[in-house]
T-cell receptor
Framework: GQNIDQPTEMTATEGAIVQINCTYQTSGFNGLFWYQQHAGEAPTFLSYNVLDGLEEKGRFSSFLSRSKGYSYLLLKELQMKDSASYLCAVLDSNYQLIWGAGTKLIIKP | DAGITQSPRHKVTETGTPVTLRCHQTENHRYMYWYRQDPGHGLRLIHYSYGVKDTDKGEVSDGYSVSRSKTEDFLLTLESATSSQTSVYFC?????????????FGPGTRLTVL
């Protein structure tokens, strides 16, 4: 079967750095997405990785290792508004997105 | 923001009644998707469409049907609602479903089946 694993919840301090991990086992791989979802709202796109390595976009970076079936999202200089759930999703061989259950990130002052 | 709306935003219905949710887009994107989101689960694909009158099943399609008669509208119908279909339903759109194009999500519909 297909599986995406992420930690259920993480806590970090305002101004700090946090890394959210995602491991996957899917039938095929056509890229990995990270989305942010604030409580009660729709998911919004953060990043897309299809090749190994690090993609940096402002305070957010995303890393991919296809051989290890592993990705992480790195958030720097955390702000209170970063409190949200972070969803990892893999585009499988049928070009359907397989989603993890999400990681709820709690930021403390 | 992508122009995508869902209606209704909230609905309470009774077991056994039919329910139709509507997704409307103004982006002229080819692909449209219906997902449900439940606590402890990732988003799960119900049905998707890759063009007018072209639809296919997703992971959790039992008990659901869809229709797309116009590019801008994608309807999700619960033929006979059950309590297990209580969920938040999201519609999403993308330009191209076979590449790394991101999906844009509507605001969601919270459905409660009593």
């Amino acid at each position: 079967g297909q599986n995406i694993d992420q930690p259920t919840e993480m806590t970090a301090t305002e101004g700090a750095i946090v890394q959210i991990n995602c491991t996957y086992q899917t039938s095929g791989f056509n890229g990995l997405f990270w989305y942010q979802q604030h409580a009660g709202e729709a998911p919004t796109f953060l990043s897309y990785n299809v090749l190994d390595g690090l993609e940096e976009k402002g305070r957010f970076s995303s890393f991919l290792s296809r051989s290890k079936g592993y990705s992480y999202l790195l958030l720097k200089e955390l702000q209170m508004k970063d409190s949200a759930s972070y969803l990892c999703a893999v585009l499988d061989s049928n070009y359907q997105l397989i989603w993890g259950a999400g990681t709820k990130l709690i930021i403390k002052p | 923001d992508a122009g995508i709306t869902q209606s209704p935003r909230h609905k309470v219905t009774e077991t056994g009644t039919p329910v139709t949710l509507r997704c409307h887009q103004t982006e002229n994107h080819r692909y449209m998707y219906w997902y449900r989101q439940d606590p402890g689960h990732g988003l799960r694909l119900i049905h998707y469409s890759y063009g007018v009158k072209d639809t296919d099943k997703g992971e959790v399609s039992d008990g659901y049907s869809v229709s797309r008669s116009k590019t801008e509208d994608f309807l999700l119908t619960l033929e006979s609602a059950t309590s297990s279909q209580t969920s938040v339903y999201f519609c999403a759109i993308s330009e191209d479903g076979t590449s790394g194009n991101e999906q844009f999500f509507g605001p969601g519909t919270r459905l409660t089946v009593l």
